[in-house]
């Protein structure tokens, strides 16, 4: 028996009468591996009850919190995303022995030292800025830092390369960590963290009150978390030997810790000069193809990457998959492998015939 973990991260802004208060917050759920199946058909019996009941026509099974907003919150109305929520609580987060851990950092002093800074830098540079490069994988450190779980199978949220901290190579050490571009979108466990997080953000942001170790637990309650399976964390001054990096120059890089296999989608209008490579990612992911896309990353429990012609060709030894949205697309894929690397293909058209849809006009 082993644990699964996945972990998300925020930050949270208050502003009352006698100031603001600034933290970075974050969400691990955790679950045994045996449990682990009804979850996920719990997870996904909700999803599509969400998507019947809305009309979203998505092959996609998992969803972000901001997917679901999206979906639900009209103008300012908060209601139907809070009792959509409370809902997926009962109905897949209780119902499956799932623990849920709410992180939120904080510190009581003014002034943080950061190596390689002449200067210590304000509290609020370092939650704003310097927490917010890696802070995806502190709420699970501290999860498992504090229970003393190892041999853990961990998803992360992406995060950007930083330096390594001693609280990662902590959790590296003594886990199996796999850092998942767009897991909110593709990763159920990582989904489920965004979506608890944004509960509650949501709750404490309405409440207005800075967050307290003894009382949040009990405050939350009545929004329908179990007691036994809630747990509550607090990052403090405590443990900044932990969170704060001791070289700067030793970086992490989260593309070596992506799951395998690695689905490549290969950029058409980038590469001959029509759109910079900004505007086409945002174009792809406009696009109803990347609904097939990300439902296919899903189901093969792995990551994803638009191809960068200057980045990944040293990684493409280990193999993936390439995915072509174009003819450009499909003889650069057949270029690749008649160069010898081990890439499966597909086309867009073959990817949206695999989920059902209509590759008519592809």
């Given at each position: 028996?082993?644990w699964?973990?996945?972990?998300d991260?925020d930050?949270?802004?208050l502003?009352?009468?006698?100031?603001s208060?600034?933290?970075?917050?974050?969400?691990a759920?955790?679950?045994?591996?045996?449990?682990?199946?009804?979850?996920?058909?719990?997870?996904y019996?909700?999803?599509?009850?969400?998507k019947?009941i809305?009309?979203?026509?998505?092959?996609r099974r998992?969803?972000a919190?901001?997917?679901?907003?999206?979906?639900?919150?009209?103008?300012s109305e908060l209601?139907e995303?809070m009792?959509?929520?409370?809902d997926?609580v009962?109905?897949?987060?209780?119902?499956s022995n799932?623990?849920?851990?709410?992180?939120?950092?904080?510190?009581?002093?003014?002034r943080?030292?950061?190596?390689g800074k002449?200067?210590?830098?304000?509290?609020?540079?370092?939650?704003?800025?310097?927490?917010?490069s890696y802070?995806?994988?502190?709420p699970v450190?501290a999860?498992v830092?504090r229970t003393?779980i190892?041999?853990?199978r961990?998803y992360?949220?992406?995060?950007s390369?930083?330096?390594?901290?001693?609280a990662?190579?902590e959790?590296?050490?003594?886990?199996d960590v796999?850092?998942?571009?767009?897991?909110?979108?593709v990763n159920?466990?990582i989904?489920?963290s965004d979506?608890l997080l944004?509960?509650?953000g949501?709750?404490?942001?309405?409440?207005n009150?800075k967050?307290?170790?003894?009382e949040?637990?009990?405050?939350?309650?009545?929004?329908?978390?179990?007691?036994?399976?809630?747990?509550?964390?607090?990052?403090?001054?405590?443990d900044l030997?932990?969170?704060?990096?001791?070289?700067?120059?030793v970086k992490?890089?989260?593309?070596h810790?992506?799951?395998?296999p690695?689905?490549?989608?290969?950029?058409e209008?980038?590469?001959?000069?029509?759109?910079s490579g900004?505007?086409?990612?945002?174009?792809?992911?406009?696009?109803?193809?990347?609904?097939?896309?990300l439902?296919?990353v899903?189901?093969?429990?792995?990551s994803?990457?638009?191809?960068?012609?200057?980045e990944d060709?040293k990684?493409?030894?280990?193999?993936?998959?390439m995915?072509?949205?174009?003819e450009?697309?499909?003889?650069?894929?057949?270029?690749?492998?008649?160069?010898?690397?081990?890439?499966?293909?597909?086309?867009?058209?073959?990817?949206?015939?695999?989920?059902?849809?209509?590759?008519?006009?592809?």
């Open positions: 028996m082993y699964l973990f996945g972990s991260e930050i949270l802004t502003v009352g009468r006698r100031g208060f600034l933290s970075r917050i974050g969400v759920v955790g679950i045994r591996d045996s449990d682990y199946p009804i979850f996920r058909e719990l997870y019996e909700f999803m599509d009850r969400f019947s809305y009309g979203i026509n998505t092959p998992v969803f919190s901001v997917d679901v907003r999206g979906a639900l919150i009209e103008g209601r995303y009792l959509f929520l409370r997926f009962n109905d897949v987060v209780n119902a799932l623990y849920v851990n709410f992180v939120f950092a904080s510190f009581g002093k003014s943080i030292s950061l190596p002449e200067k210590p830098v304000s509290v609020k540079t370092f939650i704003e800025s310097t927490l917010k802070f995806a994988y502190i450190w999860v830092h003393g190892k041999g853990a961990i992360v949220d992406a995060f390369t930083s330096p390594e901290t001693p990662w190579r959790l590296y050490g003594n886990n796999y850092v998942v571009p767009n897991g909110d979108k159920l466990l989904s489920t979506l944004g509960y509650i949501t709750i404490i942001k309405l409440r009150k967050p307290d170790l003894t949040l637990k009990s405050y939350l309650k009545p929004f329908g978390f179990d007691n036994e399976r809630f747990r509550v964390y607090h990052i403090g001054s405590r030997g932990y969170i704060i990096y001791e070289d700067p120059s992490l890089n989260p593309l810790h992506r799951p395998s690695i689905v490549y989608l290969v950029p209008l980038s590469p001959v000069g029509l759109l900004k505007d086409e990612k945002k174009l792809i992911e406009a696009s109803p193809v990347y609904e097939y896309v439902r296919y899903e189901e093969s429990e792995g994803l990457k638009i191809l960068s012609f200057t060709f990684h493409l030894s280990a193999g993936g998959v995915v072509s949205l174009g450009h697309g499909k003889r650069i894929a057949e270029y690749l492998r008649l160069l010898g690397f081990p890439l499966e293909h597909l086309s867009a058209r073959e990817l949206i015939s695999l989920y059902g849809g209509d590759s008519s006009d592809e």
